[in-house]
C-alpha cells in the first residue's frame, strides 16, 4: 500500500500487532507512527495510536469490507471539511 494525501505519506509496510480493535487485528507502521485499525464499521482506518478503535483518521476505505492490502480497494481521505475519495492521491 502506497499512497501520499495532502503531502502526508500514510502507506508503506503494516505490521501485525497484538492488539485488537473492534474484534479484528491492527497494524503499524513503525516509520511512519501511522496505524491501520478497523472502526467497528466495516472500514479500515489509518490513524494516530490515539485514534485505533475509533473513527479519527487521516484516511480509511470507502466501502464496508474493502480490505486495505488488496488493490481494488478505494480510499476516502478528509479535507478538513468532507470526505473525498483518494482520486488526487499518486501511488509511487
Not at 502526508?8 to 516509520?31: C, D, H, I, S, W
Not at 482506518?45 to 474493502?66: Q, W
Amino acid at each position: 500500500m502506497w499512497m501520499w494525501i495532502n503531502d502526508t505519506f500514510l502507506a508503506g509496510q503494516y505490521l501485525k500487532r497484538e492488539e485488537m480493535a473492534n474484534g479484528l487485528p491492527t497494524y503499524v507502521n513503525p516509520k511512519l507512527d501511522r496505524f491501520l485499525s478497523s472502526a467497528g464499521n466495516g472500514r479500515w482506518y489509518i490513524t494516530k495510536e490515539v485514534d485505533v478503535r475509533t473513527g479519527t483518521a487521516y484516511a480509511n476505505t470507502s466501502s464496508p469490507g474493502d480490505l486495505p492490502w488488496e488493490e481494488t480497494a478505494a480510499w476516502k481521505h478528509y479535507t478538513g471539511g468532507e470526505w473525498c475519495l483518494c482520486s488526487e492521491a499518486s501511488e509511487s
